[in-house]
């Protein structure tokens, strides 16, 4: 939807404001979200008391400025996107300890970068696999001695699920289990016996290597392919 910049208030506290909300939007990974209302005068027979029009949308902050004085850039964002940003706001921000909460990711990513979509799009997994020898990843297993993966032959690295298909064979509709952020690497002699390590043990492997997802998020892979 459409992006547009609002202007920065000149006081002190107000510039803070808006380059606070980038710097906790950009650190955090989830946006925080704005209630935008415009009114304006219009005259209408069926409220002769009231004639001022009220519009309200929701916008998320987008981009990061460096000058006080900047102003803010927002995106527009449909209802159902403003709930889950908030909901994930609410469990970063409630949960106790050390917890990852991933960003809401595009529906193109997801659909485009399903488990399902790598494995028979040969860009898409040479992507993935480049991305991991060019920065030299290591399997997160431990039988492998955590090798790297540009040791390895290209069919001896496989795609693993960190919440099992086997586990959601039997919990049927709780996760998308095919959803970038629950994709990773790993080699062939790790790969049957890190699906039994959900969800502390893989989660701690995976907080290093990261997931597919969180590559593309961070903009490591070219999702336009």
């Known amino acids: 939807m459409g992006v547009f910049k609002y202007a920065t208030p000149t006081s002190a506290a107000g510039m803070m404001e808006y380059r606070w909300a980038e710097q906790f939007s950009e650190k955090l990974g989830i946006p925080l979200v704005y209630v935008i209302t415009q009114w304006f005068k219009y005259d209408t027979k069926f409220e002769p008391l009231n004639d001022w029009i009220y519009m309200t949308a929701v916008a998320k902050v987008k981009g990061l400025k460096n000058h006080p004085g900047d102003p803010i850039e927002l995106q527009l964002i449909n209802k159902d996107d403003a709930l889950k940003i908030i909901d994930n706001l609410l469990d970063a921000v409630s949960a106790k300890g050390d917890l990852r909460v991933r960003p809401p990711m595009p529906?193109?990513?997801?659909?485009?970068?399903?488990?399902?979509?790598?494995?028979?799009?040969?860009?898409?997994?040479?992507?993935?696999l480049d991305h991991a020898v060019r920065a030299r990843l290591r399997c997160p297993g431990e039988k492998c001695g955590h090798v790297f993966f540009y040791s390895l032959p290209r069919k001896s690295i496989h795609i693993g699920h960190r919440i099992s298909q086997n586990w959601n064979s039997k919990n049927t509709g709780v996760v998308d289990v095919h959803h970038p952020y629950n994709l990773y690497l790993s080699c062939d002699t790790c790969n049957t016996s890190l699906?039994?390590?959900?969800?502390?043990?893989?989660?701690?492997?995976?907080?290093?290597?990261?997931?597919?997802?969180?590559?593309?998020?961070?903009?490591?892979?070219?999702?336009?392919?």
């Open 107 to 128: 529906l193109h990513m997801v659909l485009g970068w399903s488990y399902d979509k790598i494995s028979k799009d040969t860009s898409k997994r040479t992507a993935v």
């Open 195 to 225: 699906s039994d390590k959900y969800p502390t043990e893989i989660d701690e492997l995976l907080d290093d290597l990261g997931t597919i997802g969180d590559w593309l998020m961070s903009g490591l892979l070219d999702e336009k392919r």
